[in-house]
């Protein structure tokens, strides 16, 4: 149909940079960012403590059908693995799309520390993985991933800018 809504998910880089002033932004930020994205996306999400990255995540969940309250932060259990489905709208709407939220923070040896989990799964499969403290794991990340950067600007703002490609090696693109 000519006149249906065209997806959004031809380029995830096009809402980047931006910028929030609450976490109830930072949400739907991440709301809008889930229906860009692809079966098979891992997204990075690198910044300091506090800056938004569990925010950023939970809006993504939530857009993916996963219930915005039930997404915390996976610090302590390095994944947290939930049954999503894609929304009205994208090409695979209505199907099922596991959805992956990796914390890579308590890794302090590195890579090898992703052998509890089955990471090749969440980086290379047909779902959505988003990686907090990807700097942990980069030798392992997929080369051709989303690498979003959450800065503090002040007190209540924060700028999301983005990078295509795992971290040094990708190419920036804010």
């Not at 000519?2 to 932004?25: C, G, M, V």
């Not at 860009?36 to 997204?43: E, R, T, Y």
């Not at 914390?103 to 959505?128: I, K, Q």
Request: some cysteine; charged content about 25%.
């Amino acid at each position: 149909m000519e006149n249906s809504p065209k997806p959004e998910n031809q380029r995830p880089t096009a809402l980047f940079p931006a910028e929030t002033d609450s976490p109830e932004a930072t949400r739907a930020l991440g709301r809008r960012f889930a229906r860009q994205l692809a079966p098979g996306a891992v997204v990075a999400l690198s910044g300091d403590l506090g800056a938004g990255k569990t925010q950023l995540a939970k809006g993504v969940a939530g857009e993916l059908g996963v219930a915005e309250r039930s997404v915390r932060s996976p610090t302590f259990v390095i994944a947290r693995e939930y049954d999503g489905r894609w929304p009205a709208g994208h090409p695979a709407a209505g199907n099922a799309v596991p959805f992956v939220h990796l914390d890579a923070y308590r890794l302090s040896g590195g890579p090898e520390g992703l052998a509890s989990v089955d990471y090749e799964t969440y980086f290379f499969g047909e779902g959505v993985c988003l990686v907090e403290w990807p700097e942990h794991v980069e030798p392992v990340l997929p080369t051709d991933m989303l690498w979003l950067h959450l800065a503090h600007l002040s007190e209540k703002r924060r700028r999301v800018s983005v990078r295509v490609g795992a971290g040094e090696r990708g190419r920036e693109e804010t």
